[in-house]
């Protein structure tokens, strides 16, 4: 089955930094394409970034309060 990646996207904030907040979904668990995966701190505000397809997350790829970058890559769906 296919992978999908989730990066994450520039939201044109300049240099705020941007941090890891809360994961909504746990290894192994089934989302569909919409679903909130995961919350990011920005410039003070707080963006829940959606699973990008349908299938079950099976690779976390970064930590809550962990620093990002731009592009990053912070999970894989195995799309169904």
């Given amino acids: 089955m296919p992978q999908i990646e989730l990066r ?3 939201f044109d904030l300049g ?3 941007i941090t890891a907040c809360a994961w909504h ?3 192994g ?3 569909v ?10 410039a003070e505000v707080t963006i829940d970034l959606p699973a990008p397809a349908t299938g079950t ?9 962990e620093p ?4 990053q890559l912070l999970a894989v769906i195995e799309a169904a």
Avoid: F, H, K
């Fill in 33 to 42: 394409e919409g679903d909130r995966l995961i919350e990011v701190l920005a």
């Fill in 57 to 65: 997350l099976v690779r976390r790829c970064v930590a809550i309060d």
């Fill in 68 to 71: 990002l970058s731009l592009g």
């Fill in 8 to 10: 994450l996207p520039d």
């Fill in 29 to 31: 668990q089934r989302v």
């Fill in 15 to 17: 240099a705020a930094p």
């Fill in 25 to 27: 979904v746990g290894l």
